[in-house]
Every structure is written in structure tokens, then in C-alpha cells.
């Protein structure tokens, strides 16, 4: 089998042991989840105020998260932040905005993307090497790529629409690229660790923006998610520690799996794609029988992607299932 899908109508993803604890036994609590490829030592959260969770939220908390953001990512006059509950719910909008034509999707990536467009009528354009876009048709680069962390330049994309989904991008400092013309997605959930938090963002010129804020509605973001949200996207010294511990976590799992038979095929320091001795399927099970869940691709025998054990106890619950 090739290691690029013939479709991205997969709905494959990380997580999921509820359905991996009905395979291979035990209770989801009791397993080393490493399939996701969230930072699995989150912000610490603070105490909240009582009405982060009795009011509504007011303009003044979206202003304070949306501030945090600006100077964190840098986001030029005349751009919009849009705050949502989660990524995904901004990729699920965001076909739905126009009528439906042609999306180019560079693949293997995040199949939510290529999901998207399909059911909102779309024709997706999503192998290794789509054609070349039109000047009407949309492109979405996943950058760094998932799962192979493959990184895009803005001359990539055709001169149709942009849409550059950024979700794993704060782990790397200078890794983001220069606000344009493109849709820019963030994620809140991968590096700072809090997916289950639900946040997301949408950057880009106030007229494009526009539509989807329309589209996601207001109070679309809790009041405890924009409190949270605002403290950490402001805490730097938290985020450069971050950093420099997920590069020498991210080093220290290259080292342990090719110590083992395993070639590191790309990544980023939140998750690394590796080649199996033996194969995906053989991998997956001997580490599912040991209580460890990673992520496999239905369109690859021989991948699978690794997060970051959380804890000195996690590290050695992975090694002892590799040995």
C-alpha cells in the first residue's frame, strides 16, 4: 500500500481509547495516550473569577484575549482575531462561507480539512501533488504538516484563496509565517495543552474575517476559555520553557526509537513519525496489548506517529513496551 491516501474522505484521528481499552482491555485512564499529539504538560491553570462562569461574556474579556493574541502572533493593523471554540469548528465553517468549487489540500495531512470541503460540496484536490490551483480555487496548507511536519512557504499556494492552519506551529519561535492575504488558524489546544478547553483562533484582513465571524455567531467562546485563553497566550516565560523542553523530549524519543529499529521520517517537537520495523500494524499492536496508544494512518503499513510521554513514569511505560 502507498503511504499517501487515495482519499481524504478517512475520518481517521488521535484519541479514541475508549474504542483502544475495548480492544486490548483495561480502562481509558489506565493507558499512556501518545496518539494525539498535544503537549502533554498543560498551562497550569489559575483560579478563576466566580463570573467567568455566572456572566455572559463581555466585550471586555474578548478584548483582553484578543489583545494577548495580537502581541503574541504578532497580528498587523487592519487584521481581524477571531476567537472560536476550537479549530475545528472554524475549519467546519470555513467551506461554507462561498459557493462551492475546487479546494487543493496537499496530502497526506489533517483529513478535517479535506472532510470539510467535501460536505459542503466542494471538489477536493488532496494527493501529494495536486494540480495546479486556479485563480478561483482555495488552498489550504498545513504548516508544519501533519503528520510529517513538512513546512510550506506562502509562494506555494496558488492565487485563489489561502487558508494556512498554524495548530502546531507555536511549538517552533519564528517557525509562524508573515500575515498576508491568507486565512491564518491557530490552535490553543496543542501547545499550551488544554484541547478539552475547546479554543481556536482565525487571523486574517478584517474583510475576510468578517463572514466567518458572522458565521460562528456571538458568545461563541466560554467565559472560563477566554479568561484561560488570555493569561496564557500572555505568559512568555512559560512558552519559551515550553519550547526548550518539547525539542530535547521531541530528541530524546528520536533517540529511543532508532535505538530500536525505528527511522524518524519528519515531525514536529510535539509528535514524530517514525517507520516500523515489522510494519505499523505489527508496532501498534504489541504497544495496544502494553496499554500504550499511538496513531496509525489507514493509508500507510509502515508509519506510525508518537507523541510525548508526559511524565519520567510515561517514558518508561514506552520503553518497556518497545523492549
Not at 131 to 145: A, E
Not at 198 to 218: C, D, H, K, T
Request: aromatic fraction near 8%; glycine fraction near 12%.
Amino acid at each position: 500500500m502507498s503511504d499517501h491516501p487515495s482519499s481524504s474522505a478517512l475520518r481517521d484521528h488521535g484519541g479514541g481509547l475508549d474504542a483502544a481499552a475495548a480492544r486490548w482491555g483495561g480502562r481509558p485512564q489506565d493507558w499512556l495516550d501518545l496518539s494525539t499529539g498535544i503537549n502533554p504538560r498543560p498551562w497550569p491553570l489559575p483560579a478563576l473569577p466566580p463570573e467567568a462562569w455566572t456572566r455572559l461574556p463581555d466585550r471586555g474579556a474578548f478584548a483582553a484575549l484578543e489583545r494577548a493574541a495580537r502581541a503574541l502572533w504578532q497580528v498587523p493593523d487592519g487584521h481581524t482575531v477571531l476567537a472560536a471554540p476550537g479549530a475545528s469548528a472554524l475549519i467546519a465553517a470555513l467551506p461554507r462561507l462561498t459557493a462551492p468549487g475546487r479546494a487543493h489540500i496537499p496530502g497526506p495531512t489533517y483529513n478535517e480539512h479535506a472532510a470539510a470541503f467535501r460536505a459542503a460540496g466542494w471538489q477536493v484536490e488532496d494527493g501529494p501533488l495536486p494540480p495546479p490551483p486556479g485563480p478561483d480555487d482555495v488552498t489550504v496548507l498545513v504548516h508544519p504538516n501533519n503528520p510529517d511536519g513538512r513546512r510550506w512557504r506562502l509562494d506555494d499556494a496558488g492565487p485563489g484563496p489561502l487558508i494556512v492552519d498554524e495548530s502546531f506551529a507555536d511549538a517552533e519561535p519564528g517557525l509562524a509565517l508573515p500575515h498576508g492575504r491568507q486565512i491564518t488558524l491557530k490552535s490553543f489546544g496543542k501547545f499550551w495543552g488544554l484541547a478539552g478547553l475547546r479554543l481556536g483562533f482565525a487571523i486574517g484582513p478584517a474583510e475576510v474575517i468578517a463572514p466567518l465571524a458572522a458565521a460562528i455567531g456571538p458568545w461563541a467562546v466560554s467565559g472560563p476559555a477566554l479568561a484561560i485563553g488570555a493569561a496564557a497566550l500572555a505568559d512568555r516565560p512559560w512558552a519559551e520553557a515550553t519550547r526548550a523542553r518539547l525539542a530535547a523530549d521531541a530528541a530524546r524519543l528520536d533517540a529511543l526509537l532508532t535505538e530500536r529499529g525505528f527511522t524518524i521520517e519528519g515531525g514536529t517537537p510535539l509528535f514524530r513519525l517514525a517507520a516500523c520495523p515489522g510494519g505499523a500494524a505489527l508496532q501498534a499492536e504489541r504497544l495496544g496489548r502494553a496499554h500504550v496508544l499511538v496513531r496509525r494512518f489507514p493509508w500507510s503499513e509502515r508509519l506510525l506517529r508518537f507523541g510525548l510521554p508526559g511524565s519520567e513514569a510515561g517514558w518508561a511505560r514506552l520503553e518497556a513496551a518497545l523492549d
